[in-house]
């Protein structure tokens, strides 16, 4: 299908486009620049005219299938139940039509906002094939997956055993290619075996128990071999001491480990704290900006904190089984498994709570003193912060000073003596989103074919209502286009749509295989085979490899 969207305001940072009038042109799913004697051809038109119109959004970080995912689903029906109330006005022919939270319904509520593709940050490799089934399930939206190591036996045996980095760059290739993922994540490294021993925290230069490695050295050859295998997304961290105050001193020196290398830190809004004041409690905010500021190969995502009931998921047990005693409803899961395990506990962050509102204005300013936007991304870290429904307001917060005021006003207002966040008079501009949640995400995951409104693109592309509030813009786009489809008008679901799921293709030492067939028959009761993803259980589903 040929079609074109005329007279519309672009924002695209790829093409330095900042609110210029210009025509889109989509020839069978993929963005062009046809010759202007061919214009005839594009008898479709999409008038845009006083519309904003960006390359669809990315969220590099959202917790939307898997093991943990699903048994949060068991454990908190309310939070479903509370989504069921609303009207969402779809059509009734939509599997889930009336949904928010199950699979479909996560995959409907990011296109009507306008976003395309989202990447799973936690699967855990021993489930990657239950966590592609889910995926597959979740339409609308392309899908990618970060595979855990960091808590393994078998990265820690083998560490222990010096069997080398080259060894170690194989395992992470081989890892990454049976999982079907597109990037490496590193939850607490050594972690999980620390806390088997009973250990509450634990910091860079702890030993892991039996294995005689620190947490550092885990980090260090993990960030090593992504960069050895030139794995386009940075190591992807989340570092240890999660929620701990006095754990700004965990992420800063956390950079100092990356030695200069790539590295991606995750929802640091939960590193951000200082522990001065009469509670022990206080921001760190100004020190990590100015750490990321002043340290080009830093990354990070937010995981902004919003004012409402959630639930959290982690596969740091560690520190989830610390928090399991502020579940609020009063229950928990916590699972240890092979190589594994999380938790999920309930949480509500109020905003007359000191620590929840001091965690929102936390990570406000973090997003306002990193000078560069394209090195700050919007995350919730879905669920965790506050559901990804919240990125419209979250969106308004920081282009809009004065609502920015009035939502200080309303919070706790003892944790104001421990922010400057109502004197930070920096808004974001419709550009600066455009960088954060578009060009970025795309650059930072190395997927050339988003994030763009470049001919050669596919043809992912949102068109907002600029004469709404800036939340309610967002919250609902007034059309989405995936691969050229028309798949949302006015904020609603126009049809079904099938999406794909991204992974890269590694090369590495096959003779990888052999040792790993070796500690599977010593310690498991299943083939090495049986941990691959086999891709002919996805007939419907279309991979994508980068």
């Keep these: 299908m040929k ?15 900042n609110g210029n009038k210009t025509d889109i042109y989509v020839d069978n799913g993929i963005i062009v620049k046809p010759n202007p004697s061919e214009f005839y051809k594009f008898k479709t038109v999409y008038d845009a005219t006083d519309l904003i119109v960006m390359a669809g959004a990315i969220d590099i970080h959202s917790h939307i299938a898997g093991g943990n995912v699903n048994n949060a689903r068991l454990l908190s029906p309310e939070i479903h139940s509370n989504f069921l ?15 928010r939270w199950t699979s479909d319904g996560t995959g409907y509520r990011y296109a009507e906002m306008g976003f395309t593709t989202v990447v799973e940050p936690a699967v855990l490799p021993i489930n990657s094939f239950l966590t592609h089934l889910e995926l597959e399930k979740i339409p609308m939206i392309d899908k990618a997956g970060l595979a855990i190591l960091g808590n393994d036996s078998f990265l820690l045996e083998s560490m222990h055993k010096k069997k080398g980095q080259n060894f170690l760059n194989d395992y992470v290739a081989y890892t990454l290619n049976s999982t079907k993922c597109l990037g490496l994540k590193v939850i607490n490294a050594g972690g999980a075996e620390f806390f088997k021993k009973g250990g509450e925290t634990f910091d860079l230069d702890d030993v892991v128990p039996s294995y005689g490695v620190t947490s550092r050295q885990i980090l260090t050859a993990l960030n090593k071999a992504n960069e050895d295998l030139k794995i386009k997304h940075p190591l992807h961290v989340h570092c240890n001491n999660l929620g701990v105050p006095g754990n700004i001193k965990t992420i800063l020196e956390t950079i100092k480990t990356a030695e200069g290398r790539r590295m991606h830190l995750a929802h640091v809004q939960f590193y951000g704290y200082d522990n001065e004041g009469k509670r022990g409690f206080s921001s760190g905010s100004v020190q990590l900006a100015d750490a990321v500021n002043k340290n080009k190969n830093i990354t990070v995502d937010v995981g902004q904190v919003m004012f409402k009931p959630t639930v959290t998921i982690s596969s740091d047990i560690l520190r989830q089984y610390e928090a399991r005693n502020n579940a609020n409803p009063k229950k928990w899961i916590i699972n240890e498994v092979e190589d594994g395990g999380g938790g999920i506990v309930p ?3 109020k905003s007359k709570n000191f620590v929840n509102s001091l965690q929102w204005l936390i990570g406000l300013e973090i997003f306002l003193m990193i000078k560069d936007p394209s090195k700050v991304f919007f995350t919730t870290d879905h669920p965790n912060g506050a559901p990804f429904t919240s990125y419209p307001e979250l969106f308004r917060l920081l282009m809009d000073y004065e609502f920015r005021l009035e939502k200080i006003s309303k919070i ?16 974001y501009s419709m550009y600066d989103i455009a960088i954060m949640t578009r060009s970025s995400p795309a650059k930072i995951l190395g ?45 609603k679901i126009l049809k079904y749509h099938k999406s794909s799921t991204i992974a890269v293709d590694i090369r590495y030492e096959r003779s990888i295989t052999k040792d790993l067939q070796s500690w599977v028959n010593r310690f498991y009761s299943l083939d090495v085979d049986d941990f691959k993803v086999n891709t002919d259980f996805f007939r419907n589903s279309n991979f994508k490899y980068c």
């Design 447 to 491: 997927l050339k074919d988003r994030g763009s409104l470049r001919d050669g693109c596919i043809a992912d592309i949102s068109v907002y209502d600029p004469k709404k509030k800036i939340d309610q813009m967002f919250q609902s786009a007034k059309y989405v286009f995936k691969n050229g489809n028309e798949i949302v008008r006015n904020g």
């Design 85 to 99: 109330k609303q009207n969402l006005n779809r059509k009734k022919n939509l599997p889930g039509f009336n949904s």
């Design 412 to 427: 706790n207002q003892e944790s104001l003596k421990f922010s400057f966040l109502k004197d930070i008079k920096r808004t």
């Design 347 to 349: 949480y509500e962050y």
């Design 3 to 17: 079609f074109k969207i005329i007279n519309g305001k672009v924002f695209d940072p790829t093409q330095n486009l």
